[in-house]
């Protein structure tokens, strides 16, 4: 009898046939711990993204009602009469409307017949940040 000498790949063969794409069934662990951690990875970033788009939205809120408020006021000084007591010069009115603080300074001008007019909103909280409209209103009676 002839001995064969056979290779370790001739061996191996022998012993562990290699496995073929139909006889693989079901994933590893390595590769579904790999496939949630890159998963939770993308949900993260995308609930941050949508908790940056919360807060942006509800400051945009804030501003647009404070630039409603200020707008009301400003339609209100418009439409009173140049002599209204509410338009003395040197005189700040201040009230809290909805959570806003809606004050408004008038004060003469070095031009005769216009009042300067300084209208302020600002929200009633730590952040809240003023919105300021100056206006001219001139007497032409």
């Given at each position: ?6 290779t ?14 139909a006889?693989?069934?079901g994933?590893?662990?390595?590769e ?7 998963f939770?990875?993308g949900?993260?970033a ?11 939205n509800a400051?945009a ?8 408020r200020?707008a ?14 509410e ?8 009230r809290?409307?909805s959570?806003?603080l809606i004050?408004h ?7 005769a017949?216009i ?12 952040a ?8 001219y209103k001139?007497?032409?009676?």
């Open positions: 009898m002839k001995p064969t000498f056979q370790t790949h001739q061996r191996i063969r022998k012993t562990r046939p290699m496995r073929t794409v006889d693989s069934r994933y590893s662990l390595i579904i711990l790999m496939v949630m951690s890159i939770s990875i949900i993260l995308i609930m941050t993204l949508q908790i940056t788009a919360i807060n942006s400051n809120r804030k501003i647009m009602l404070g630039s409603t200020l009301d006021q400003f339609e209100k000084l418009i439409s009173m009469d140049y002599e209204s007591a338009l003395t010069p040197g005189k700040t009115t201040t809290i409307e959570g806003y004050e300074t008038v004060s003469t001008t070095l031009v017949n009042k300067k007019i300084d209208i302020t909103v600002t929200m009633n909280a730590p809240g940040r003023p919105i300021t409209v100056t206006y001139a007497n032409l009676f």
